[in-house]
């Protein structure tokens, strides 16, 4: 059983940065990728970031690219949020995704394991 905890959510100005992070316990973090979802009020949760086992494979979806970084060591994952955008207010959650593939950057919510409970970002215009 693998438990997830996000922190580093706040209140921020538009244009503002935030750096969330998410560590992990209770499992061999190196056997997940991971990824990083959010869900606004009213709205479905959707996909933000994810990266593979290896580190090295990355991918983003295109309303957070070029602004969001996603990045992992040990047993934590982080996800660097710059030029931020009142549209970007959500709860942000971390999600471990158990796959043999080293370089798999899994983009689908249904089939991460293990979740976080949430950290909110609100970001004011």
């Known amino acids: 059983q693998v438990q997830l905890v996000e922190s580093g959510g706040g209140l921020v100005q538009a244009g503002g940065s935030l750096r969330l992070s998410c560590a992990a316990s209770g499992g061999t973090f190196s056997n997940y990728a991971m990824g990083w979802f959010r869900q606004a009020p009213g709205k479905e949760r959707e996909f933000v970031a994810t990266?593979?086992?290896?580190?090295?494979i990355t991918y983003y979806a295109d309303s957070v690219k070029g602004r969001f970084t996603i990045s992992r060591d040990n047993a934590k994952i982080y996800l660097q949020m710059n030029s931020l955008k009142p549209e970007d207010t959500a709860v942000y959650y971390c999600?471990?995704?158990?796959?043999?593939?080293?370089?798999?950057?899994?983009?689908?919510?249904?089939?991460?394991?293990?979740w976080g409970q949430g950290t909110q970002v609100t970001v004011s215009s």
């Open positions: 990266i593979s086992r290896s580190g090295s």
């Open positions: 999600a471990a995704y158990y796959t043999s593939r080293f370089y798999y950057t899994p983009q689908a919510g249904p089939g991460y394991n293990y």
